[in-house]
């Protein structure tokens, strides 16, 4: 698979967990991929823009267009009124709804926690938990992850632990449970609330609740807190 399959692939969400894991460490050893990446991100939402306004401009000009004076057959006229009616009433809503897709959304402003709360050096011997379930989350195996986290959570129960479970419960698209969990944290007061708040607009985003990825949006900007320049250009998307 050369490069620009990967990348297609990465942005249609198609790569399993080792492939994923694989290509984020491209993305790290080579800036270009990366860039590249984002540009294919950013292009994406471009074209739909682009494609939506094209749709506008069409309906201007047929507003504006004069017809000729003809002989009318009533019925036919009608008929096809009726259809035209349908028609252009469904493009009407469509750009009256002129707003992003949510799963473009969502690829373009997703990505995992960096691990934060326990560091890992690669030198570093696997002799508890905390560290087996932290390096299988940096590494992308997030199935391992989920598992071990969930067992350090029974026997350690630290709330941050709570947020990365958040984190590796969206990277496998388990939005709804991730939801859970990030409410539970944000409840907890834990130090890293504004990450919570982050990822959980995004898991609404998925889940299709607009209207509580709005709300938790602005809760985060009011706190002024992590991501909140990418958090006001979210909003501005989608409300």
């Given at each position: 698979?050369n490069k620009?399959?990967?990348?297609?692939?990465?942005?249609?969400?198609?790569?399993?967990?080792?492939?994923?894991?694989?290509?984020?460490?491209?993305?790290?050893?080579?800036?270009?991929?990366?860039?590249?990446?984002?540009?294919?991100?950013?292009?994406?939402?471009?074209?739909?823009?682009?494609?939506?306004?094209?749709?506008?401009?069409?309906?201007?000009?047929?507003?504006?267009?004069?017809?000729?004076?003809?002989?009318?057959?009533?019925?036919?006229?009608?008929?096809?009124?009726?259809?035209?009616?349908?028609?252009?009433?469904?493009?009407?809503?469509?750009?009256?709804?002129?707003?992003?897709?949510?799963?473009?959304?969502?690829?373009?402003?997703?990505?995992?926690?960096?691990?934060?709360?326990?560091?890992?050096?690669?030198?570093?011997?696997?002799?508890?938990?905390?560290?087996?379930a932290f390096?299988?989350?940096?590494?992308?195996?997030?199935?391992?992850?989920?598992?071990?986290?969930?067992?350090?959570?029974?026997?350690?129960?630290?709330?941050?632990?709570?947020?990365?479970?958040?984190?590796?419960?969206?990277?496998?698209?388990?939005?709804?449970?991730?939801?859970?969990?990030?409410?539970?944290?944000?409840?907890?007061?834990?130090?890293?609330?504004?990450?919570?708040?982050?990822?959980?607009?995004?898991?609404?985003?998925?889940?299709?609740?607009?209207?509580?990825?709005?709300?938790?949006?602005?809760?985060?900007?009011?706190?002024?807190?992590?991501?909140?320049?990418?958090?006001e250009e979210?909003?501005?998307?989608?409300?």
């Open positions: 698979m620009e399959e990967l990348i297609d692939r990465y942005l249609a969400g198609e790569l399993n967990e080792e492939e994923k894991s694989n290509f984020k460490k491209m993305m790290d050893d080579d800036p270009s991929i990366a860039e590249e990446v984002k540009f294919r991100r950013e292009l994406k939402l471009a074209i739909k823009k682009s494609e939506r306004t094209q749709i506008k401009e069409m309906l201007s000009a047929t507003e504006k267009a004069r017809g000729k004076s003809v002989k009318i057959n009533w019925p036919m006229y009608l008929a096809a009124a009726s259809v035209a009616f349908i028609f252009i009433t469904g493009l009407w809503f469509f750009v009256l709804n002129d707003k992003p897709d949510p799963d473009e959304l969502y690829v373009a402003y997703y990505a995992p926690y960096e691990n934060v709360v326990h560091p890992i050096e690669r030198s570093e011997s696997i002799e508890n938990l905390e560290t087996e390096l299988a989350y940096e590494q992308g195996n997030y199935k391992e992850a989920r598992a071990l986290f969930s067992k350090l959570e029974v026997e350690r129960k630290d709330p941050y632990i709570q947020l990365y479970l958040g984190i590796t419960l969206m990277s496998m698209e388990d939005y709804s449970l991730a939801t859970d969990y990030f409410n539970e944290y944000i409840k907890s007061e834990g130090k890293l609330k504004d990450r919570a708040l982050w990822y959980l607009s995004l898991s609404y985003l998925k889940t299709g609740e607009s209207g509580k990825a709005i709300q938790t949006l602005k809760k985060l900007i009011e706190m002024n807190g992590y991501n909140r320049y990418k958090a979210l909003l501005a998307k989608i409300e």
